[in-house]
C-alpha cells in the first residue's frame, strides 16, 4: 500500500507564482514527515522536516494530522526551484527506522 | 569530499550476470541505507545497516543481498540480473541515531541490464 502519495508528477508555474507541492500520507502511529528536493545534477538532500517548522528557501509545510496531508508551499516561486521534489515519511520498524518516499514532483518554473 | 560516495557511477551488464555496487558514507556515519530507484516506482527503500549489523529491510529481493564491512563502507551485491533490475541505486548515510531524519546520499549508481 502506498504510505506516501504525491498526486502530481509534474507541476509547472511562472515566475512569481505561488507553488504547492502536495502530499499525503497514511501512517497509523504518530508521523513525521520530511520534504527532500534534488536539483538538477545534485544530490538528493533534506529540504525541510515537519518537526522543525521551519521555512528554508522560503518554503514551508504544515503537517495537517485531519487531512493526513503535508503539502509544500512556497508564495512567489523562482526558476531556482526548479527541481524533483521528494515527500518523506519517517516509519518505524521493529525499532528501527526507515524514510519511506513518495514518487516524487518535477517542478518546473517558467521565466 | 567527504560526502557518501557511490561505484560505480555506470554499469552495463546482462541478463544473468551478478554485480556489486559499493557506497563509502560520510565520515562518521554509521547508518547505511539503500534505495532502488526505478521509473515508476520512485525510490523504494531496499536495507539499512547500523555499525556493520542489519537493522531494517525492506523490498529487497532474495536476488540481492548486502552488508556492511568493519571500515562502514557498505556492498550491495545483485545476482541473477533481469530487465527489470534496471535502475538507480543510491546509497545514503546517516549520524548516529536517525531521528532527525536526514539522509545524506551519494550521487546513484545506473544499473542497466541487457
Redesign the interface.
Known amino acids: 500500500a502506498q504510505r506516501v502519495t504525491q498526486p502530481e508528477k509534474l507541476l509547472s508555474v511562472f515566475k512569481g507564482a505561488p507553488v504547492e507541492l502536495k502530499c499525503n500520507y497514511s501512517y497509523s502511529g504518530s508521523p513525521?514527515l520530511?520534504w527532500y528536493v534534488q536539483y538538477s545534477r545534485q544530490?538528493?538532500?533534506?529540504l525541510l522536516?515537519h518537526i522543525s517548522r521551519e521555512s528554508i528557501k522560503g518554503f514551508t509545510a504544515d503537517l495537517n494530522k485531519g487531512e493526513t496531508s503535508f503539502h509544500l508551499k512556497k508564495p512567489f516561486a523562482q526558476e531556482e526551484d526548479s527541481a524533483m521534489y521528494?515527500c518523506?515519511l519517517?516509519e518505524d520498524?521493529?525499532g528501527?527506522?526507515?524514510?519511506?518516499?513518495?514518487?516524487?514532483t518535477k517542478l518546473t518554473v517558467n521565466p | 569530499d567527504s560526502g557518501v560516495t557511490q561505484t560505480p557511477k555506470h554499469l552495463i551488464t546482462a541478463t544473468g550476470q551478478r554485480v556489486t555496487l559499493r557506497c563509502s558514507p560520510r565520515s562518521g556515519d554509521l547508518s547505511v541505507y539503500w534505495y532502488q530507484q526505478s521509473l515508476d516506482q520512485g525510490l523504494q527503500f531496499l536495507i539499512q545497516y547500523y555499525n556493520g549489523e542489519e537493522r531494517a529491510k525492506g523490498n529487497i529481493l532474495e536476488r540481492f543481498s548486502a552488508q556492511q564491512f568493519p571500515d562502514l563502507h557498505s556492498e550491495l551485491n545483485l545476482s541473477s540480473l533481469e530487465l527489470g533490475d534496471s535502475a538507480l541505486y543510491f546509497c545514503a548515510s546517516s549520524a548516529d541515531g536517525f531521528w532527525t531524519g536526514e539522509l545524506f546520499f551519494g550521487e546513484g549508481s545506473r544499473l542497466t541490464v541487457l
Open positions: 513525521e520530511f544530490r538528493l538532500q533534506l522536516r521528494y518523506a519517517r520498524q521493529g528501527s527506522e526507515k524514510l519511506v518516499f513518495g514518487k516524487g
